[in-house]
Structure formats: structure tokens, C-alpha cells
């Protein structure tokens, strides 16, 4: 009834190059992970933050809790977000879901209220008198 010790550690024994053929599976499943799943995790992650770092005044954002306005304040890690007419509230920066719309930069143009090149009104003024 009792098998003696040097015929139980036969039995048990594998070849040598088994070993190596068992992780290989395990390879696969992880470089198949990396591929399917956390690099394009990284890339998000990565388009995501460059997003938040040219959030600036004027945009119109929406944040991870659903709230839609407008950033009339931007600091270095929270902006201050125009949800309704007279009501602000601070958001951290990191709390920005999407930028719907983004505001372009004031060019450096300083031609004051002349017409533009094709001898259209500008701005509100323009609107105002009619032209296009």
C-alpha cells in the first residue's frame, strides 16, 4: 500500500522543455491584452490630458457629472464654469468629460472696426447693420 518515495518522484517528473511551452500561452493571452486593451487605454488616456491642457476661456464643456457651460475662468488646475446666467462653480480640471465647442485665439489683427479685405462689416456691428 505505501509507494515508496523515489517511485513517487518519477511520476511526478516532466521533461524539461514542458516548462517552457507552458507559459507560452500565457504570452500570447498578455501580448494580445497589451494590443486589444491597455494600449489604447494609454492613447485615450494621452489624447484625454492634452485636451484638458488647452481648455481656456470661452469654451463650452461638459463635465463627468453632466453639467454643460461655458469656462469664463481658466487657472493652472480649476476653471470657473458658466452653467447659467449669474451662476458659476468651480470645477477641477481633471472633472472635464468633453470639450463641445473651443474658442479660436484673437489674432493680433489691429484694424479696429475698419471692414475686412472684401469690404464687409465685422462683428456685432456688421450684424447689425445688415451686411454679410
Do not use: C
Request: net charge positive; proline share 4%; no cysteine.
Amino acid at each position: 500500500m505505501l509507494v515508496s518515495a523515489a517511485h513517487a518522484q518519477a511520476a511526478g517528473a516532466a521533461p524539461a522543455a514542458g516548462g517552457l511551452e507552458a507559459f507560452i500561452p500565457l504570452i500570447l493571452i498578455f501580448i494580445v491584452f497589451y494590443f486589444l486593451l491597455i494600449r489604447p487605454q494609454q492613447k485615450k488616456m494621452k489624447q484625454h490630458k492634452e485636451m484638458l491642457s488647452q481648455v481656456r476661456r470661452g469654451d463650452k464643456i461638459v463635465t463627468n457629472g453632466g453639467l454643460i457651460g461655458k469656462v469664463v475662468k481658466a487657472a493652472d488646475d480649476e476653471l470657473e464654469v458658466e452653467i447659467a446666467e449669474n451662476v458659476k462653480v468651480k470645477v477641477v480640471r481633471e472633472m472635464i468629460a468633453t470639450v463641445v465647442s473651443k474658442t479660436e485665439p484673437v489674432a493680433g489683427d489691429k484694424s479696429g472696426d475698419k471692414p475686412a479685405e472684401g469690404g464687409k462689416a465685422e462683428g456685432l456691428k456688421g450684424m447689425l447693420s445688415g451686411k454679410k
